[in-house]
């Protein structure tokens, strides 16, 4: 006999997990060739050694590192065996890293040696209060949904890639035009001509998709955001939708030129005029975990420059 849960009694049960949980094993994944990030992973080598924990340190990370006191192995690796993965670094290198963390449910916080830091949030100048607070199970957990997207030509399959922030459709060349078709779940939404489309998640809507004029979605919002590049028409204008939505783009067989999707900017799939690009959500989560007094607004009027309590 089976039983089926409740949306809100199966996030307890999985909250209770995490909260429960004791990280004892700890992948270190850092920016390369960055000296701060080397500072700050030769400062977490030790003091992960004093805690008694098993460290694993990915490949290339472990190239400007003494190997004394750790484990050497790939970021797969470290999604299999890890309970907790610290990456060091600012943004891009933590969304390189979720992609693949997220497929394993491994717990994953941020060291900020980037610019902004809206993922990497414990200070590398005075990490071992917040990671003691952590490691004692004082902090707060967050999920959050990626992307994933398909390339069909003639109904099969080219290409497929995740994403933790967005995925763009855009052209190849600077300031080119492109046509495409954009459906919600088959049901036909509206056709356009711009330089393309920004698809974004919550985590991704302070990144790329703000820069084009969309709006910033709070983490816990189920929802995407549909933002236009530079559009035709000025009446074209951005769009949240339901995360549970399947996206489709139909590129016109009209375009001359090959387009590309790109995914966190980091990932690129080429696209031929006359295919189609599937979105949704995909099922991997990434859980982040944050010091206890972390507040996304805080994060925002820091990272954001706005304005303070008046009174």
């Not at 994944?29 to 990030?37: M, R």
């Not at 997220?102 to 040696?113: F, L, S």
């Not at 001359?256 to 599937?278: A, K």
Request: glycine share 8%.
């Amino acid at each position: 006999m089976t039983f089926k849960l409740s949306h809100g009694y199966t996030l307890a049960i999985r909250n209770l997990y995490w909260f429960s949980m004791k990280f004892k094993t700890v992948g270190l994944i850092g920016k390369q060739a960055h000296q701060g990030a080397n500072l700050s992973l030769r400062a977490l080598i030790v003091y992960l050694t004093k805690r008694g924990c098993r460290i694993l340190v990915e490949t290339n990370t472990a190239q400007a590192l003494d190997s004394n006191g750790f484990e050497v192995t790939d970021i797969t690796d470290i999604g299999k065996q890890a309970d907790l993965a610290i990456v060091v670094g600012g943004d891009g290198n933590m969304l390189g890293a979720a992609r693949i963390l997220a497929e394993y449910n491994v717990a994953v916080v941020g060291v900020n040696r980037g610019n902004l830091g809206f993922l990497t949030d414990i200070n590398p100048d005075d990490f071992e209060p917040q990671l003691d607070s952590i490691f004692d199970g004082d902090y707060k957990i967050e999920q959050r949904f990626l992307l994933e997207v398909e390339v069909f030509r003639d109904g099969k399959v080219q290409s497929k890639d995740s994403a933790v922030n967005e995925v763009v459709l855009h052209h190849g060349k600077v300031a080119h035009m492109m046509e495409f078709e954009v459906y919600l779940d088959d049901n036909f939404v509206f056709s356009q001509r711009s330089d393309g489309l920004i698809v974004a998640t919550p985590t991704g809507s302070t990144a790329y998709s703000l820069s084009g004029g969309g709006p910033i979605l709070t983490p816990n919002l189920d929802a995407l955001t549909l933002v236009p590049m530079f559009p035709h028409t000025l009446s074209s204008r951005p769009i949240v939708v339901d995360a549970n939505s399947t996206v489709k783009l139909k590129v016109s067989p009209e375009n001359t030129d090959n387009l590309q999707v790109s995914c966190d900017s980091h990932i690129v799939l080429t696209v031929l005029p006359g295919d189609e690009i599937i979105i949704c959500k995909n099922p991997a989560k990434l859980s982040l975990i944050h010091p206890k007094n972390y507040n996304y607004f805080n994060v925002l009027r820091t990272k954001l420059g706005w304005g303070s309590k008046l009174y």
